[in-house]
């Protein structure tokens, strides 16, 4: 379980991507990282400070229980929550949209959040206050048509963490949102296997009329750098990296 006197992240959705990402910055600021996912990720379990959860994040009673497994040494010193796991649907037109699609869409990025924020509540209040941080998209401003499923989802997200500002507040739990924009993950590049390398994100930036495409390394400092907030720092806050106009 790493240093017993460090801090604790509960991260989710760290099989790859974002998520993979926060837990490798999180574990370079010497946190102990308890890690959430649905396959695992057996790169990160390498180190002795990450606790490699695999666990359904839609299931209440499985999030619960992944957590009561690892928080016994761990639940008075988690800092910081962050709220990553999510899918995203193949864009449709908005005609065609097969509600089905809208509600599972709905049913796996809300509800993990939500399930997810019930569970690490009371541990951070137990461990005198930390930080939830949510992984949004500039998309929920519902500019884009044919990914509404997708932005509606994340639009409940920000509603959620907002919530979460005031409802968490005396327990000295700021809330807070990171909208990343594009980020060199397979959900943004189709087909991709592996991690993109900064020369090629560059190309891309600079051959292509992108919005700021950038590595999951460089996202997950922001992530992590505002998940460390104070108690008396900026809550209930959307933190946007995307250059287009929201």
């Known amino acids: 379980m790493g240093e017993q006197a460090s801090p604790v992240a509960v991260v989710s959705g760290t099989s790859s991507g974002i998520g993979a990402a926060v837990a490798a910055e999180f574990l370079r600021r010497e946190y102990t990282v308890v890690g959430l996912s649905r396959r695992g990720n057996p790169d990160l379990a390498r180190d002795g400070r990450y606790v490699d959860c695999v666990a359904d994040l839609r299931d209440e009673e499985a999030v619960r229980a992944a957590l009561t497994d690892v928080t016994p040494v761990t639940a008075d010193r988690v800092k910081a929550v962050?709220?990553?796991?999510?899918?995203s649907p193949d864009p449709v037109d908005l005609v065609k949209v097969d509600w089905r699609v809208a509600a599972d869409t709905y049913e796996t990025n809300v509800r993990t959040a939500l399930c997810l924020v019930q569970a690490t509540a009371p541990l951070l209040?137990?461990?005198g206050g930390g930080s939830l941080t949510f992984v949004g998209a500039s998309l929920a401003n519902g500019y884009v048509p044919e990914r509404w499923p997708y932005a509606a989802s994340k639009a409940a997200m920000t509603s959620l963490m907002r919530?979460?500002?005031v409802e968490f507040a005396d327990d000295g739990v700021v809330s807070n949102e990171?909208?990343?924009?594009?980020?060199?993950t397979a959900m943004t590049l189709a087909g991709l296997d592996g991690e993109v390398s900064d020369q090629i994100i560059r190309a891309i930036n600079e051959g292509f009329d992108t919005d700021?495409?950038?590595s999951p390394r460089t996202v997950a400092q922001w992530i992590a750098s505002i998940a460390e907030f104070p108690a008396n720092g900026p809550t209930g806050q959307v933190f946007n990296y995307s250059r287009k106009v929201l």
């Open 82 to 87: 962050v709220l990553n796991a999510g899918a």
């Open 125 to 127: 209040k137990q461990s």
């Open 212 to 214: 700021w495409l950038k």
């Open 163 to 165: 919530a979460c500002s």
């Open 178 to 184: 990171v909208r990343p924009g594009p980020v060199a």
